[in-house]
């Protein structure tokens, strides 16, 4: 079991200021996960695009995602000065409330990134990703189907140019030498302000 313990307003205050990033679309917000990265005296929330963090008295190193907007309801109704959240192996107990949580632990913090990606991410910064985290970590994120799809669009997009540019003597292999080399030269934006 992994916990911290923090300041409820201070929390409150964290967690809406990521509210601030959520998507637009109803529909998407309801299902944007909130990951949890407790390490020695911190703890770091990130969605898609906004990552915050708050220094707390904290127990062990974990990762956690839960449904942001769950988590923020649950917080948001909290009365207590100082909210305890615990870490299970399979769910977060926030003082007496426990939700379903998809739950990693570790040895120590030294391992534990936050995938970090801009609030209007588009496919390239998902490719990127790939170069700069291990398989294990977009995983657990839940990335892994996110970026397959924006490889397989890239791909469509590539086999689309060489259908045209062919008869010009351009071949795929110079359009996929291109397209790598244009996505590492431009690399990644980074996270944009909440």
Same mark, same amino acid.
């Given at each position: =079991?992994?916990? &911290?313990?923090?300041?409820? %307003?201070?929390? #409150?205050?964290?967690?809406?200021?990521? !509210? *601030?990033?959520?998507?637009?679309?109803? *529909?998407?917000?309801?299902?944007?996960?909130?990951?949890?990265?407790? !390490?020695?005296? /911190?703890?770091?929330?990130?969605?898609? $695009?906004?990552?915050? #963090?708050?220094?707390?008295?904290?127990? $062990?190193?974990? %990762?956690?995602?839960?449904? #942001?907007?769950? &988590?923020?309801?649950?917080?948001?109704? /909290?009365?207590?000065? @100082?909210?305890?959240?615990?870490?299970?192996?399979? +769910?977060?107990?926030?003082?007496?409330?426990?939700?379903?949580?998809?739950?990693? &632990?570790? @040895?120590?913090?030294?391992?534990?990134?936050?995938?970090?990606?801009?609030?209007?991410?588009?496919?390239?910064?998902?490719?990127?990703?790939?170069?700069?985290?291990?398989?294990?970590?977009?995983? #657990?994120? %839940? =990335?892994?189907? &996110?970026?397959?799809? *924006?490889?397989?669009?890239?791909? @469509? +997009?590539?086999? $689309? *140019?060489?259908?045209?540019?062919?008869?010009?003597?351009?071949? =795929?292999? @110079?359009?996929?030498?291109?397209?790598?080399?244009?996505?590492?030269?431009?690399?990644?934006?980074?996270?944009?302000?909440?």
């Amino acid at each position: =079991m992994v916990s &911290f313990c923090v300041n409820t %307003k201070q929390l #409150f205050q964290t967690l809406k200021l990521l !509210k *601030a990033g959520l998507p637009e679309r109803k *529909a998407n917000a309801l299902k944007t996960q909130c990951e949890l990265t407790i !390490k020695t005296a /911190e703890v770091i929330f990130a969605i898609p $695009g906004c990552v915050s #963090f708050v220094k707390c008295s904290t127990v $062990g190193t974990a %990762k956690a995602t839960v449904l #942001f907007l769950h &988590f923020y309801e649950i917080i948001k109704v /909290e009365k207590d000065p @100082e909210t305890k959240i615990q870490i299970n192996n399979g +769910n977060i107990k926030i003082n007496q409330i426990a939700i379903n949580a998809k739950t990693c &632990f570790f @040895e120590d913090d030294s391992i534990l990134r936050t995938v970090d990606l801009p609030v209007n991410y588009i496919d390239k910064e998902l490719l990127l990703l790939s170069q700069r985290h291990t398989p294990e970590e977009l995983a #657990f994120n %839940k =990335m892994t189907p &996110f970026i397959k799809a *924006a490889e397989k669009k890239l791909e @469509e +997009n590539i086999n $689309g *140019a060489y259908k045209k540019l062919r008869i010009y003597g351009v071949s =795929m292999e @110079e359009i996929k030498a291109l397209v790598n080399q244009k996505i590492k030269d431009t690399g990644y934006r980074g996270s944009e302000d909440c």
